[in-house]
């Protein structure tokens, strides 16, 4: 991705109101659902004694810890830092791009629901892809940064549904 396709894009969707509100629904709405829904799904699992909870627990936890440090280790600039523009919606983080963390959190915890539910699994797998795609085109990651965090959470997500 060069400079121009993020300029391009932060202009794209600031063109207008209702775009900026569709765009903001998912850059921030969608996480935010995805971190309630998990809690939920596993105070259910636990109140009902289910024997995939300290997998679902567990797995994402492992996944989020070994993703934060290898990010702080790697400390890859972000598009923004790299090509000097503002992002859509500006960050004072330097570094820490790769892999993306919100992307790889929101990916493993479709795999949970995955494996709780393959209708919710799904649902959340495509909100996942979505946030990945907001953080490409908010500016603050490149393709491969959300790759990376949507492979690495998969790979992690296998253990709780096998």
Same mark, same amino acid.
């Given at each position: 991705?060069?400079?121009?396709?993020?300029?391009?894009?932060?202009?794209?969707?600031?063109?207008? %109101?209702?775009?900026?509100?569709?765009?903001?629904?998912?850059? %921030?709405? $969608?996480?935010?659902?995805?971190?309630?829904?998990?809690?939920?799904?596993? $105070?259910?699992? $636990?109140?009902?004694?289910?024997?995939?909870?300290? %997998? =679902?627990?567990?797995?994402?936890?492992?996944?989020?810890?070994? $993703?934060?440090?290898?990010?702080?280790?790697?400390?890859?600039?972000?598009?923004?830092?790299?090509?000097?523009?503002?992002?859509?919606?500006? %960050?004072?983080?330097?570094?820490?791009?790769?892999?993306?963390?919100?992307?790889?959190?929101?990916?493993?915890?479709?795999?949970?629901?995955?494996?709780?539910?393959?209708?919710? /699994?799904?649902?959340?797998?495509?909100?996942?892809?979505?946030?990945?795609?907001?953080?490409?085109?908010?500016?603050?990651?490149?393709?491969?940064?959300?790759?990376?965090?949507?492979?690495?959470?998969?790979? =992690? /997500?296998?253990?709780?549904?096998?």
């Amino acid at each position: 991705m060069t400079k121009e396709f993020y300029e391009a894009s932060i202009a794209a969707i600031s063109s207008s %109101k209702a775009k900026k509100a569709a765009f903001g629904a998912v850059y %921030k709405g $969608l996480p935010i659902v995805m971190f309630i829904s998990y809690p939920l799904m596993l $105070l259910y699992m $636990l109140l009902t004694q289910d024997e995939r909870f300290l %997998k =679902c627990f567990a797995v994402p936890l492992f996944m989020f810890l070994t $993703l934060s440090l290898a990010r702080r280790y790697i400390n890859a600039p972000r598009p923004y830092e790299v090509y000097d523009f503002t992002p859509l919606y500006p %960050k004072d983080t330097q570094g820490k791009s790769f892999p993306s963390r919100h992307t790889a959190s929101a990916m493993v915890i479709a795999m949970a629901f995955l494996s709780f539910s393959p209708v919710l /699994g799904a649902a959340f797998a495509a909100a996942a892809i979505l946030i990945a795609a907001s953080r490409i085109f908010g500016g603050v990651h490149f393709p491969k940064d959300v790759i990376a965090g949507v492979l690495y959470a998969v790979a =992690c /997500g296998m253990v709780m549904i096998l």
